[in-house]
């Protein structure tokens, strides 16, 4: 089932994703969370680490699992999605760095590096609760529209994607091709899954996700299809869909 969150505003939303993290930790301790990395969820990090440095929240037992990561890029790389984690997330908290995981984008059979992550993954057990931001082209993680594919595998990111991600490159040629990211089917089997859009350039995307056709050509609408669906979006966001749907603020 899919419930939608409408929240004021950005700094609204991350206090509610932070809430659904933080409830997941506190009920759960040694619980598995999936992670995104983008600019969306960069407010919910500095919610949760502010927790924790108050004392409110230890990450000492939890795992986690990140959606993706680019092909080619080391990990001491800015751009590369394990410094991001490491730099907003990870490294200010209690969690044991062992316990955290990205696929590996250096790997150097890259073939093998999708079956690698699996089975981590399949090792740990049920992802509790996956975090997902959208792509303007209803992208999550970097399964792009057009194709389910189930596993984690290699993609040839969209040209959308590539000018999407090049604000964070000086020039467009250095934008990485290539990445690993989870699949569709990886996805959904976590228990619980929770999206958080903002801003009003992704309202057109979200409109679709939540009142489109499910189809692979729009790979968020198929986030539906998961019993415990929870969209964490501001008004921009949802500035599309608001009429049909009638949302109250929370
Ligand atoms: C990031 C990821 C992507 C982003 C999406 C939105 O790990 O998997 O799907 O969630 O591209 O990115 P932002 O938040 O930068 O708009």
Redesign the pocket.
């Known amino acids: 089932m899919m419930k939608i969150m409408k929240a004021q505003d950005y700094e609204h939303a991350s206090r509610v994703v932070a809430n659904f993290l933080a409830a997941q930790v506190l009920l759960k301790p040694d619980c598995i969370l999936g992670?995104?990395?983008?600019?969306?969820?960069l407010g919910a990090y500095q919610e949760l680490v502010k927790r924790h440095k108050e004392g409110e929240l230890s990450f000492a037992q939890v795992t986690t699992f990140?959606?993706?990561e680019y092909f080619g890029l080391p990990p001491e790389d800015e751009r590369s999605?394990h410094y991001y984690m490491h730099y907003h997330f990870l490294d200010h908290l209690d969690i044991r760095q062992e316990q955290t995981h990205l696929p590996n984008g250096m790997a150097e059979n890259l073939e093998a590096e999708p079956k690698r992550y699996d089975g981590l993954m399949h090792q740990a057990g049920q992802i509790d609760l996956q975090l997902?931001?959208?792509?303007?082209n209803g992208?999550?993680?970097?399964n792009e529209p057009g194709e389910i594919i189930n596993d984690t595998h290699v993609v040839d990111l969209t040209e959308t994607?590539i000018e999407?991600n090049s604000r964070f490159f000086q020039r467009s040629e250095d934008v990485p091709r290539k990445a690993i990211?989870m699949g569709i089917g990886t996805i959904l089997r976590a228990k619980k899954i929770v999206m958080m859009v903002t801003?009003e350039n992704?309202a057109k995307a979200l409109k679709n996700t939540i009142l489109g056709p499910i189809t692979a050509d729009v790979p968020a609408t198929l986030l539906r299809l998961h019993s415990d669906f929870t969209i964490v979006a501001d008004a921009e966001a949802l500035s599309l869909v608001q009429d049909r749907l009638d949302l109250a603020e929370i």
């Open positions: 992670l995104a990395t983008g600019s969306t969820p990140n959606l993706d999605y997902l931001g959208i792509g303007l992208h999550i993680g970097f994607t999407s990211t801003g992704k």
